[in-house]
């Protein structure tokens, strides 16, 4: 297998269900409760609009073409059809008014949530998890969930309230044809759902994870330049990173085919839609029980719906990208940082500076054998001390454990008898003055990097 394929975003399990990734995008709406309900109140009235319009269009036609009807009836009806299409538009464009807002909120308040999150995760967490890959997937998340959002709440919810209100109103004046209506939408609803789960999640996580492994890579690259360019190896990395591309280009490709493949299953539907329930109302008005009017509802019935369930595979595909662009970050929010504070953890206050390693053990997780076996060291106050081994032996290690980048896996670690284990990591990392044996500088001003100690 060749290194393309190894990448541990690839391969990496993604262990949460779409129903768990939409209650933690769900969890978000809860946080403003009153605007999201208001929200949703705007988005269930236009809808309501919506599912009049075919009444309406019935009572103008009737109206209309009734010689015997008097004018003022085809007025009023005009009347409430024209009102119908200004109340929803009214009502459609102040849903999206107040969710502008409430989105960039949630948006916000997700990304800066995950980032702390990714923060509050272990040296060792950072140490196997490759950081472009990190910042393509935090940063995806909140795009993905503008997408999911506008998936489920503007364009699937109003879609399920259309399709089964219409076909109860159908099935309420004709019940053959509301029962046919209303069988089409099952099976449409459970055709989705099916398709969706097992066709193409697949595909469209694998292309996502791809997409993460293109970043990683990247900024490894772009990361390491100064070892590339001292190598002269820029030809070796563009191939490098054309062949990723490579890859993605071709799971990308697979995935927009199976939206297509999905779309040619929507719009049979539709065909089977439009020809029964038209071919119904006709036969119908053919022996007289409906009038020009009812089949105009049913024409309209058959536009409305067609309108939503032209737009599932949009719908589908908006809402499966949006979830799996989402997964990432909300595995982090369920992920417990590895080293946490105790709950009783007091802020670490340094005075003299003894240091104690009381019967020390600890090894790197997969290691054949533990680096520190029952250590025991006393560095006195004012003491230098100059650790001295080979690669390898934990040199560099001894000062992560000071700073609790790693906890022991027996004895304890003290300062000013105080241990390490017991208050707070960022007071403790805080009193400890530490140069780099790799030092980092941030793209920023010369003076932030200088006084990013004490700032």
């Known amino acids: ?157 109003p879609t399920l309230v259309v399709l089964s209100g219409l076909a109860i109103s159908i099935g309420l004046k004709w019940p053959v044809a509301g029962v046919f209506v209303a069988v089409l939408v099952v099976a449409f609803a459970i055709f989705n759902i099916l398709v969706s ?31 590339v360019k001292g190598f002269g190896a820029e030809a070796r990395e563009e191939k490098r990173f054309a062949d990723h591309v490579s890859i993605w280009r071709a799971a990308q490709h697979r995935t927009w085919n199976s939206f297509n493949t999905v779309s040619w299953g929507q719009n049979l539907f539709l065909v089977i839609l439009q020809a029964g329930l038209t071919g119904q109302l006709v036969y119908a008005w053919s022996h007289g029980d409906a009038t020009p009017g009812d089949v105009a509802f049913g024409i309209t019935s058959f536009i409305v ?62 290691a054949a054998r533990p680096l520190y076996q029952d250590f025991t060291l006393v560095v006195a106050p004012g003491e230098r001390v100059a650790l001295v081994g080979p690669t390898g032996a934990g040199k560099s290690t001894f000062v992560k454990l000071l700073q609790r980048l790693y906890d022991v896996q027996a004895g304890r670690i003290l300062i000013d008898g105080q241990d390490i284990a017991h208050v707070s990591q960022g007071s403790l990392r805080r009193a400890i003055a530490v140069v780099p044996q790799d030092p980092a500088l941030f793209h920023r001003t010369i003076a932030e990097n200088i006084s990013y100690a004490r700032p």
């Open 305 to 366: 719906m067609a309108g939503y369930m032209r737009n599932f595979s949009e719908i589908t595909r908006m809402l499966q990208k949006g979830l799996d662009d989402m997964v990432d970050v909300a595995t982090y929010m369920r992920t417990e940082p590895q080293l946490a504070d105790r709950p009783d953890a007091a802020p670490f206050r340094g005075e003299l500076g003894e240091v104690v390693f009381d019967r020390v053990t600890f090894g790197y997780e997969n």
């Open 1 to 157: 297998m060749t290194d393309i394929h190894d990448d541990e975003d690839a391969n990496r399990p993604r262990t949460l269900t779409n129903s768990q990734v939409i209650a933690f995008m769900a969890g978000h709406w809860m946080g403003e409760p009153k605007r999201f309900a208001l929200i949703a109140t705007l988005m269930l009235a236009s809808t309501a609009c919506d599912l009049s319009i075919p009444w309406a269009t019935r009572d103008l036609i009737d109206a209309v073409a009734t010689p015997t009807s008097p004018t003022d009836k085809a007025w009023i009806a005009w009347a409430s059809l024209s009102a119908l299409y200004l109340a929803f538009y009214c009502l459609r464009s102040g849903m999206f008014r107040l969710s502008n807002g409430f989105y960039s909120r949630i948006m916000a308040r997700m990304v800066t949530r995950a980032f702390a999150r990714v923060q509050a995760f272990s040296a060792d967490w950072h140490a196997s998890n490759f950081a472009g890959a990190t910042v393509r997937r935090v940063s995806r998340a909140m795009w993905g969930y503008d997408s999911a959002s506008d998936a489920l709440l503007w364009m699937l919810t």
């Open 197 to 227: 789960t097992y066709y193409i999640r697949p595909v469209n996580l694998a292309s996502t994870a791809l997409d993460s492994q293109i970043g990683a890579n990247l900024a490894d690259a772009i990361g390491g330049n100064p070892v």
